[in-house]
């Protein structure tokens, strides 16, 4: 993106530019110090003491910075009674989010193939009907699925919350290759089939081949959204098998013993890691989806 | 005055030179018409003069007055873009107002500057219509409505009717004309169609790379090309160039070789004195499809020259037929009457008309 | 050449049928099938177990009788017009300042936008320690001397939910800023040099030539924030939990409240019912134009 075109435009000269620029670049120093923050606030809490939290100002750097708290957050801070720290919720979220994402992923893609390649009567509607699933307040669902996975033997598993992230993880996925499909030839496809390709060789040896962008988009963006989810972690899990967003939440809220904020702020950002890391690595195609994702919301 | 005046004028985008150095002078009044290679620079020089490019160095005058840092709305010119640029949410009403509503000028002015413009045009009908209701030919006039609005001293075309399908072309450019001769306005214009070119200009630049080649009259320009470059480039199809050796046979001929034979082609009395400076020397030998006819087919003149080659290929045009065939190291091609074919593969008596002809040097590519 | 031979020759034509079928069946059940269940339970008297014996509208009696359904609603009023106004706000200036030939856009760019990779729980937790009224912004800007300073909104149930405002919008924004960026940069520059020698200046053309022209943004930012804001339930959990009592509660948390910690299955259904309810009528009308736009 830029604007290259019209940079140059010649332009009266003034000083009245100058003092524009200068606020320009003021206003947008501002908001990056307001969205720098948060995350400034986290790492230094998370590298003082207690002591020093209590004793000094919350934007001060840390003065003797250690990693006490990271360690503490990571394996001995207590989640309700437990008091194993973040990393067996840390393994739960890995064991939820790579399935459901490659899962998601994999039918999302058929699907979306299915629907744009071989069009069959109805196809639209069958996609309209599916799409509607993103947008739901998932609020509606709770109760029922909550019934649904209790009859499946799978409440308060990882499992459990593996394929409901699946299910509702669909529509998205569907969208999102059916809109990448959409954009193939339809002639790619004839040409297949008059070489004699079926319904799944075309799909293995031709479209997935093209669909690399697509699956990079999909899957940060499944990854992000099923990590960084809480409601159905909350909702259909219990103690053990819940997922670090839960688990952070028990830990900065549990009302018993002293408050240690820098193990909070350390957990914290445990949690975020791997998206943000994922962010950092892959930003690119992260606001892919975004812009994709403006359709879901 | 609204002559336009570039010295010197060069511009880079970081380290690529676009505009290397350009003088030219546009009279005030002229319709002058640059073509050139895609991105040769013919846009960056009409946002140059626009004032929607800063100049890398040089200056460029309009008038009397130096505008190099004269931002465009007080030059005093008009643009119409390729895309029409018009704006999509406003009116045609206000597309064309909206000029005139930045500088303020009373209402009752605009209203009658409007009404002129859009009589003139033809667009009064739909003026409360948006851009995307209007199909490209009325989009293309509402353009150009919106450049006649301001009066300016010069208006700056870049591409305005390759947009349009072939027929509106045609009938735009009439317009364009007509527009030209009542207004009297230095237009400076940008195209990638010779005839568009040939029929509209006083004055063609042709660009190439940055430099104008050559600046002068259609008919000097297709005449008389200074170089190779613009010998080539003007002209559909372009000129036959084919390389040859020029000998003293009696009188000066230019001799090419190839598979088929040798040819001696005759030069006129014109190109006497630079061939006898190049005796026995390389030159190319030009010449443009129009001049090689079926023998006979041409007034008859001194300058006729007649040859055989077999025919490779026949490519009917309609109103002409071209046919290609072999010369020395090149596939040259004839323009001849539909009812003069033959088949290809047949051996045909071609006929050149060597007072047309041109020689140009190897090495530099200037015309002798 | 001879045609490998599948063993289902006749199944091939049926294929993609056979595929999205299952597919479907699972789309259906999952959301037709349990918002149907949600809805049937929501007219009956389910309590702590479901009973399917239908009773009317009297769960949806219940509810509108519930005062704390009623701070819900005022909740997510107040939340959802604060934050998708200061959404929109920041995120069209933003965009507008950093379309102005910035050498560095493409970081400050992704400063702006990284909180969209954070769980609300995360945006939650860290808000919830910047606005701590002993030792947070209240305690740094005591400490500058401004001695009787006041914020203590966390904790004060009147003013609650406008630190959910502040944290939502900190997370969101940078969204809103990347849809306007892309819009305004889609414009046409050959517009803007007709706007350049029309002599409209940098405010004139953004106000009356190029925002016009994105007004497609205004309408998907207005709708997924919106979205955003009905669904809104982990910013509430993680930065107030619902509290001080219920004072920031939101359809989404009350929801939550009675489904799983008051097992008023009944009620819960019903608020469930009326979120889905505001959400079509958001959403339904934006998709059916969205599809006919990128349909076929
Ligand atoms: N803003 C820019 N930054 C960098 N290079 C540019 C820029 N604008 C143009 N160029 C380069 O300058 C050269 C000339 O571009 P220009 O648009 O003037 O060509 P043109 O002659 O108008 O071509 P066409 O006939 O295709 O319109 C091209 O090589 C182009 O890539
Ligand atoms: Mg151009």
């Known amino acids: 993106m830029s604007r290259a075109a019209i940079d140059g435009i010649v332009r009266p000269k003034g000083a009245r530019n100058k003092v524009l620029r200068v606020l320009l670049f003021f206003i947008l120093g501002l908001f990056v110090l307001y969205y720098l923050l948060p995350l400034f606030v986290m790492v230094s809490t998370s590298l003082k003491s207690l002591d020093e939290i209590r004793g000094g100002s919350l934007l001060s750097l ?19 009674v437990r008091c194993n720290g973040l990393r067996p919720y840390m ?7 790579v399935p459901a994402v490659l899962i998601s992923t994999t039918l999302g893609a058929l699907n979306g193939y299915a629907l744009t390649k071989w069009r069959f009567r109805g196809a639209d509607t069958i996609f309209a009907l599916m799409l509607f699933g993103a947008f739901i307040p998932f609020q509606v669902v709770l109760l029922p699925m909550a019934r649904t996975l209790g009859l499946m033997g799978l409440a308060g598993s990882v499992t459990g919350l593996i394929f409901v992230h699946t299910v509702y993880g669909l529509a998205f996925t569907t969208l999102y290759f059916r809109n990448f499909f959409i954009g193939v030839s339809d002639g790619i496809v004839q040409a297949a089939k008059i070489d004699g390709a079926g319904f799944f060789r075309i799909f293995f040896h031709v479209m997935l081949p093209m669909a690399p962008p697509a699956i990079v988009v ?22 053990d098998s819940n997922p670090v967003t839960v688990a952070l939440n028990n830990i900065v809220n549990t009302s018993t013993g002293v408050k240690e904020y820098n193990v909070d702020m350390a957990a914290a950002i445990l949690a975020a890691l791997p998206t943000l890391l994922v962010y950092i690595i892959a930003g690119k195609y992260f606001v892919r989806g975004l812009a994709a994702g403006a359709l879901k919301g | 005055m609204s002559n336009v005046r570039l010295e010197k004028v060069w511009k880079r985008f970081g380290a690529t030179e676009v505009i290397k150095g350009v003088d030219i002078e546009f009279n005030e009044g002229e319709f002058v018409v640059l073509v050139g290679p895609s991105g040769c620079g013919k846009s960056t020089l009409l946002n140059l003069v626009a004032g ?20 465009p709305k007080d030059r005093n010119i008009a643009m119409v873009f390729q895309s029409y640029a018009l704006y999509p949410t406003k009116t045609v009403h206000k597309n064309i107002t909206f000029g005139m509503e930045t500088r303020r000028v009373p209402v009752a002015e605009q209203e009658r500057a409007l009404k002129q413009v859009t009589e003139l045009l033809h667009i009064d009908s739909f003026l409360e219509r948006k851009p995307g209701q209007l199909s490209g030919g009325q989009r293309q006039r509402v353009a150009m409505g919106r450049a006649l609005v301001r009066h300016p001293d010069v208006f700056l075309f870049d591409e305005p009717l390759s947009n349009l399908d072939a027929k509106l072309r045609i009938e ?25 070119a040939m029929t509209l200009a006083s004055r063609i630049a042709v660009m190439d790379n940055g430099h104008i080649r050559q600046f002068a009259s259609p008919e000097t320009i297709y005449e008389e090309p200074e170089d190779l470059f613009v010998a080539e480039f003007i002209g559909a199809p372009s000129m036959n160039i ?23 082609f005759p030069l006129p009395d014109r190109l006497l004195k630079p061939a006898a400076a190049r005796e026995d020397q390389e030159v190319f030998l030009g010449m443009r499809p129009e001049t090689i006819t079926r023998k006979g087919a041409q007034r008859p003149s001194v300058n006729m020259f007649s040859f055989q080659r077999a025919i490779d290929v026949v490519e009917p045009t309609g109103p002409d037929t071209m046919l290609v065939f072999t010369l020395g190291n090149i596939e ?8 003069d074919r033959e088949q290809a593969g047949a051996k045909y008596a071609f006929e050149v008309d060597m007072g047309k002809a041109k020689l140009f040097d190897v090495k530099t590519g200037k015309r002798l | 050449m001879p045609t490998r031979r599948r063993p289902a020759q006749w199944i091939e034509p049926h294929l993609p049928k056979l595929v999205v079928s299952p597919l479907f069946a699972a789309s259906l059940f999952f959301v037709y099938g349990f918002i149907a269940w949600t809805l049937y339970i929501s007219f009956t008297r389910s309590a702590v177990l479901p009973s399917y014996e239908f009773a009317g509208l009297i769960q949806y009696e219940r509810l509108w009788d519930t005062p704390r359904w009623y701070v819900a609603i005022a909740n997510l009023f107040i939340f959802s017009s604060l934050f998708m106004a200061g959404c929109t706000v920041i995120g069209i200036l933003l965009a507008i300042l950093l379309d102005q030939r910035i050498r560095i856009e493409g970081t400050i760019r992704a400063i702006y936008l990284y909180p969209m990779a954070l769980s609300f729980i995360v945006t939650g937790t860290a808000w919830k320690w910047i606005l701590n009224p002993g030792l947070g912004l209240e305690h740094v800007i005591r400490g500058w ?3 009787n300073f006041r914020f203590d909104w966390l904790v004060n149930p009147d003013m609650a939910i406008y630190t959910v405002v502040i944290a939502g919008v900190w997370q969101s924004s940078g969204y809103v800023m990347a849809l306007f960026l892309a819009g305004l940069r889609s414009v046409d520059d050959e517009i803007l040099k007709a706007a350049a020698i029309d002599g409209a200046g940098p405010i004139r053309t953004y106000y009356s030539i190029i925002l016009p022209m994105v007004r497609p943004v205004f309408l998907s930012a207005f709708i997924i924030l919106a979205h955003l804001a009905i669904k809104s339930f982990d910013l509430v959990m993680a930065l107030t939990g619902g509290g001080p009592g219920y004072a920031t509660d939101m359809p989404a948390t009350f929801m939550y409240s009675f489904a799983f910690q008051r097992s008023e299955l009944g009620e819960a259904a019903a608020s469930a019912v009326m979120m889905l309810v505001t959400v079509i009528a958001i959403i339904v009308p934006y998709l059916y134009s969205e599809l006919r736009r990128t349909g076929r």
């Open chain 1, 62 to 80: 840390p003065r003797n910075p250690n990693f006490d708290a990271w360690g503490k957050a990571w394996q001995s801070a207590c989640v309700g």
């Open chain 1, 91 to 97: 393994w739960n979220s890995v064991a939820m989010v």
């Open chain 2, 332 to 339: 040259a091609i004839a323009r001849v009457h539909p009812e």
């Open chain 2, 172 to 196: 735009m450019r009439t317009e364009i004309k007509k527009l030209h001769q009542q207004l009297g306005k230095t237009i400076i214009y940008v195209t990638h169609d010779q005839i568009e």
């Open chain 2, 242 to 264: 084919v390389r040859g050796r020029i000998r003293k046979k009696g009188q000066y001929v230019v001799e090419v070789i190839d598979e088929e034979g040798s040819i001696l």
């Open chain 3, 145 to 147: 001397g401004f001695e």
């Open chain 2, 52 to 71: 929607l490019e800063t100049l890398s160095s040089g200056n460029i005058f309009i008038g009397d007055r130096l505008v190099n840092d004269i931002p």
């Open chain 1, 218 to 239: 999909t899957v940060i963006w499944q990854f992000t959204q099923i990590w960084n989810d809480f409601l159905f972690g909350i909702a259909f899990t219990v103690g």
